[in-house]
């Protein structure tokens, strides 16, 4: 399985982002999915999950209310709706995935199997 992010760049302070990870080598749609984030000199952070089919999601409280993970199982894709970017949003974005099959949501790292290579998000302030 490989995961491929997508999405990131450079912007300010107030500005929207969407992050995609799309999937290969394996159809992900009963497995739950999740968002990290590692700022420079930071321990990887969780950002936000959603389950196999998209009913429950879980975000980090610093996110929540701007950012929204979202899943289209039919494209094998998983979206990070970034809204109202700050500064301290600046991060490298992984997208993962739990080998569990039709699990829950999962904030924990350890449980995610399979790791995307990241995508970098700068925000300006």
């Known amino acids: 399985v490989q995961l491929q992010a997508s999405g990131g760049g450079l912007v300010q302070a107030g500005d929207s982002l969407r992050l995609s990870c799309a999937a290969s080598?394996?159809?992900?749609?009963?497995?739950?999915m999740g968002w990290f984030r590692q700022a420079p000199g930071k321990e990887r952070e969780f950002v936000a999950a959603?389950?196999?089919?998209?009913?429950?999601?879980a975000y980090v409280d610093s996110v929540e209310g701007r950012f929204t993970i979202s899943r289209d199982n039919a494209k094998n894709t998983v979206f990070l709706q970034m809204n109202d970017l700050k500064f301290e949003d600046t991060a490298v974005y992984y997208c993962a995935a739990v080998r569990d099959l039709y699990g829950d949501v999962y904030r924990e790292y350890r449980e995610y199997y399979y790791w995307g290579r990241g995508t970098l998000v700068t925000v300006s302030s």
């Open positions: 080598g394996r159809n992900l749609r009963k497995n739950g």
């Open positions: 959603i389950n196999y089919n998209g009913d429950s999601t």
